[in-house]
């Protein structure tokens, strides 16, 4: 399960890139699709959950939240065959207070992010094969994942292992609450798993377009996590997080990899 001897360095996958700082990189894209990102990024704070929901945005949620536009102009609307035993997995707040076993955790990881070797793809697609969103996991508690101690992991999909970056070292549960769960005394599990995007590499090839990208692929990780997990347990995605606090906690740059959003996993039998 663990190789001391491989120690790891972020500039290890590093080395077969482009170097960024060469003259080519298209910094001023950057430094524009960085300012979006901030803007747009989660900033939750203590008591400012949901405070943009006055009378007006409720009533207009009424109508909108869970449901579709239909097309205005359209020649004929036809019926397609249901099938009701398909049932769709809802997201789930609720998590029960157990560990979940080391193999499970394993192959959940693989199934959801893993590479195949013998096809050279993953579970999901990427724009160009770029793969610019990287896996960090949250454990709040030893053995919330069996044998696994409380701190920030990567998870390596090449070579199909995680690595343990910090143990919150010199992190107060105050910080940590702030940065996770701003608005609950307790978090919703003990597991989150956040996605940060590296937007050097995404902007390197596609520049603007490569920001979209790799928020679209966020969106089918989540997905493919949420087709993975096994029966006895459940997920949800949220952005109630202190984006910028959380991608310090965990050792990242939080202009180039910043973490743009959570989703919490946890046992539910």
């Keep these: 399960m663990k190789d001391n001897k491989d120690s790891f360095s972020w500039q290890d996958s590093l080395v077969d890139w482009p170097d960024y700082t060469e003259n080519s990189f298209p910094i001023t894209t950057f430094r524009e699709v960085s300012k ?138 105050n910080k940590l609450n702030m940065a996770l769960y701003p608005n609950r005394k307790k978090p919703y599990s003990n597991i989150a798993i956040g996605y940060a995007a590296d937007l050097r590499k995404c902007i390197r090839k596609y520049q603007y377009l490569g920001y979209k990208n790799a928020l679209i692929e966020i969106g089918l990780m989540i997905q493919a996590l949420k087709t993975a997990l096994p029966q006895n347990m459940g997920e949800f995605s949220c952005q109630d997080f202190n984006n910028r606090l959380l991608t310090t906690i965990a050792d990242l740059d939080k202009r180039n990899a910043p973490i743009e959003i959570i989703q919490w996993i946890g046992r539910i039998d």
């Design 36 to 173: 979006l990102d901030l803007l747009s990024s989660s900033t939750a704070l203590c008591g400012n959950e949901k405070s943009y929901l006055d009378d007006e945005m409720l009533s207009w949620l009424r109508h909108a939240e869970r449901n579709s536009r239909i097309p205005q102009n359209f020649e004929e609307k036809i019926n397609l065959k249901s099938n009701n035993l398909d049932r769709k997995k809802c997201s789930y707040r609720s998590f029960k207070n157990k560990k979940i076993a080391y193999d499970d955790f394993s192959s959940l990881m693989y199934k959801a992010y893993g590479y195949d070797e013998q096809n050279n793809t993953r579970g999901y697609g990427s724009g160009g094969g770029l793969y610019p969103i990287n896996v960090i996991i949250f454990v709040l508690e030893d053995n919330a994942i069996e044998d696994l101690k409380r701190g920030v992991y990567y998870f390596y999909p090449l070579k199909n292992c995680i690595y343990r970056l910090n143990s919150f070292n010199g992190i107060s549960s």
